[in-house]
């Protein structure tokens, strides 16, 4: 199958699975562009109170690989967090709790 997706960007992974379909859930930390790795950079670091980090959320993607055809269009990932504003605009190292 083949799978078209807007651009974004990823750096961490929080959790993956198959479900009973076949189809392939994935969470992740969700950038709208790379520009995070620049901002990274160390000299960008040791200027920091500099301009704020690009804003990042917790998302799930899936890709329809039992139900879907050939070639898929697939939306924007779906946000994770019902209240982004109380956890921040920034999320990585995402985690998934042992007991789920």
Same mark, same amino acid.
């Given at each position: 199958?083949?799978?078209?997706? &807007?651009? =974004?960007?990823?750096?961490?992974?929080?959790?993956?699975? #198959?479900?009973?379909?076949?189809?392939?859930?994935?969470?992740?930390? *969700? =950038?709208?562009? /790379? #520009?995070?790795?620049?901002? !990274?950079?160390?000299?960008?670091?040791?200027?920091?109170?500099?301009?704020?980090? &690009?804003?990042?959320? !917790?998302?799930?993607?899936?890709? /329809?690989?039992?139900?879907? /055809?050939?070639?898929?269009?697939?939306?924007?990932?779906? &946000?994770?967090?019902? #209240?982004?504003?109380?956890?921040?605009?920034?999320?990585? =190292? &995402?985690? *998934?709790?042992?007991?789920?």
């Amino acid at each position: 199958k083949t799978f078209h997706a &807007p651009p =974004f960007f990823v750096i961490h992974h929080a959790n993956a699975w #198959e479900d009973s379909n076949g189809d392939i859930h994935a969470d992740f930390a *969700v =950038f709208s562009d /790379p #520009e995070i790795l620049n901002d !990274l950079k160390l000299d960008r670091l040791r200027g920091y109170p500099g301009k704020d980090t &690009p804003r990042s959320t !917790l998302q799930r993607m899936v890709l /329809p690989l039992g139900t879907a /055809p050939h070639t898929v269009d697939l939306p924007m990932p779906t &946000p994770l967090i019902c #209240e982004p504003d109380g956890y921040g605009s920034y999320c990585d =190292f &995402p985690a *998934v709790a042992p007991a789920v």
